[in-house]
């Protein structure tokens, strides 16, 4: 079964819009991390957010929000007011369990446009 | 002041030639890891390798192989290159403690085309 899924291969959403993009992941550790990577037509992969397992607010940097639904097993990123140098692939991953070697799982990635 | 770097950035090569990919991290992180990115943008874990361990991904052919010379590199050498082998090869490396915890820094990545 797939670990880390993402449902939509692309998206558009205008300019200076929010725009949600989904995530759901599927593991049996209690202890696990998720993460959220862009990456621009450069290739470069861009660290954006995280959210610890336990932790109990949802985590926010700046322009993205993650929304954590433990229950439901989803990680959706959020990213409000939308800037045309938002567009790029964004990639959901999950780290399982605590140890520092352990490896990132990712999904199959979502391609935004951002339309002026 | 590059934190994660990858040399070559651009690869061509033929079939079953040997070719070694080279990244060197400055952040003094512990892990270090290889990823590759098929065609279809679909990035997969190969190696994670720390001072300790090595934690190779069973799917990996023994083909390729990490090699360590020090903590803070860790070169990809691949043996007898396939056509299959063409992809996009990030190194990336983290270290433990702070707010976003094992915070994974990827390297600027290396497109490796078999021909």
Redesign the interface.
């Known amino acids: 079964a797939q670990k880390i899924t993402q449902t939509q291969p692309g998206m558009f959403v205008q300019e200076k819009e929010a725009v949600t993009l989904d995530c759901t992941y599927d593991t049996s550790d209690p202890s696990y ?1 998720l ?1 959220w ?1 862009k ?1 621009p037509s450069s ?5 954006l957010i ?1 959210q ?1 397992s336990y932790d109990q607010q949802n985590a926010t940097e700046g322009r993205y929000s993650l929304n954590f639904q433990k229950a439901r097993k989803s990680a959706n990123l959020v990213i409000s007011a939308s800037q045309l140098g938002d567009s790029a ?1 964004y ?1 959901c ?1 999950m ?1 399982e369990g605590l140890n ?7 999904g ?2 979502t391609r935004l446009m951002v339309k002026p | 002041d590059t934190a994660v770097s990858q040399t070559p950035k651009y690869l061509v090569t033929q079939m079953g030639n040997d070719k070694s990919i080279k990244c060197e991290q400055n952040l003094g992180h512990d892990t270090m890891y290889w990823y590759k990115q098929d065609s279809k943008k679909f990035l997969k874990i190969m190696f994670s390798y720390n001072n300790k361990e090595l934690i190779i991904n069973e799917t990996v052919p023994n083909r390729f192989s990490p090699k360590s010379p020090d903590k803070a590199h860790l070169n990809l050498h691949i043996n007898s290159l396939e056509l299959g082998d063409s992809a996009v090869y990030f190194c990336a490396s983290s270290q433990g403690g702070g707010r976003n915890l094992y915070e994974q820094y990827f390297g600027p990545g290396t497109r490796l085309t078999v021909t």
């Open positions: 991390g993460f990577y990456q290739g470069e992969m861009i660290f995280y610890g692939m990639f991953a780290r520092a070697g352990n490896m990132l799982t990712f199959g990635g």
